[in-house]
C-alpha cells in the first residue's frame, strides 16, 4: 500500500483519538503493558492545538485514510517527538519510519542539534526500533530539563521507570 505523508490539517484531528487507541493495542501482546491499551488518548480539541502549535505530520493511504500520525514539539533547539501512532491495521508497512524520518527532515531542515524522545527500553517496536534509525539511549546525568520532565510524568502515569529510557539522534 503506498502512502503519503504530509503536515497535519485541523480536519484530521477528529481521526487522531482512534488511530492513537488502535495503535496501543500492539501493547496487549505485553501482559505487562495491556493496560496502555485501556488508557486515556489525546482528545480531538488537544490535537487540534497541537496542530496550530506544534508540529503534527500524518501518513494518508491513497483511499485518504490516515494510517498513523507523529508529534512533535520544539524545546531550545531540539525537536521532540511526543507521540508516535500507527493504527493496528497499517502496522508493518515502514508508516512508522517514514513518521519519524520526516520529524528528522524538518529538524535538520531547520538546523537544530537534535531529536529527542522516551519509549520503553525493552519493547522491539520502541528503543530496538529507534536504535536502528541512529537515536543512542541517553545516559543518566545527560537529560535536558523537558526529557526529565516527561520521564517523571511517565512515572507519575504509572510506567516502570526502570523500563523507560530517553533518546537522542545528534544532528550533524
Ligand atoms: C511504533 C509504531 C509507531 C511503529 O509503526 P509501524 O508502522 O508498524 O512501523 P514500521 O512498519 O515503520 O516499522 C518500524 C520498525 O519497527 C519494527 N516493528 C514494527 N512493528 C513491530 C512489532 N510488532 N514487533 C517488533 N518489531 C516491530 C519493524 O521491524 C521496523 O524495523 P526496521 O524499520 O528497523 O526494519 C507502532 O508499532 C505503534 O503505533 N505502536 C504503538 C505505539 C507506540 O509504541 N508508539 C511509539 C512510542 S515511543
Redesign the pocket.
Known amino acids: 500500500m503506498s502512502f503519503v505523508v504530509r503536515r497535519a490539517r485541523p480536519s484530521d484531528a477528529a481521526a487522531l483519538p482512534a488511530i492513537e487507541r488502535s495503535?496501543?493495542e500492539?501493547?496487549r501482546t505485553d501482559p505487562s503493558l495491556a493496560w496502555l491499551a485501556d488508557t486515556d488518548v489525546a482528545s480531538v480539541a488537544q490535537h487540534c492545538q497541537a496542530i496550530d502549535n506544534a508540529h503534527v505530520w500524518v501518513a494518508e493511504n491513497t483511499s485518504a485514510q490516515l494510517a498513523?500520525f507523529i508529534r512533535a514539539r520544539d524545546f531550545d533547539n531540539l525537536l521532540h517527538i511526543e507521540e508516535?501512532?500507527?493504527s493496528l491495521g497499517?502496522?508493518?508497512?515502514?508508516?512508522?519510519?517514514?513518521l519519524v524520518l520526516i520529524a528528522i527532515e524538518h529538524a535538520r531542515r531547520e538546523q537544530m542539534r537534535a531529536v529527542t524522545?522516551t519509549?520503553f527500553r525493552d519493547?522491539?517496536?520502541?528503543a530496538p526500533?529507534y536504535q536502528?534509525m541512529g537515536f543512542v539511549v541517553i545516559a543518566p546525568g545527560e537529560h535536558e530539563a523537558h526529557l526529565l520532565d516527561a520521564l517523571q510524568k511517565e512515572v507519575e502515569h504509572g510506567f516502570a521507570a526502570e523500563r523507560r529510557c530517553a533518546m537522542r539522534l545528534i544532528l550533524p
Open positions: 495503535a496501543a500492539l501493547f498513523g508516535l501512532s500507527v497499517f502496522q508493518g508497512q515502514g508508516v512508522g519510519r517514514r524522545l519509549t519493547v522491539p517496536w520502541n526500533f536502528r
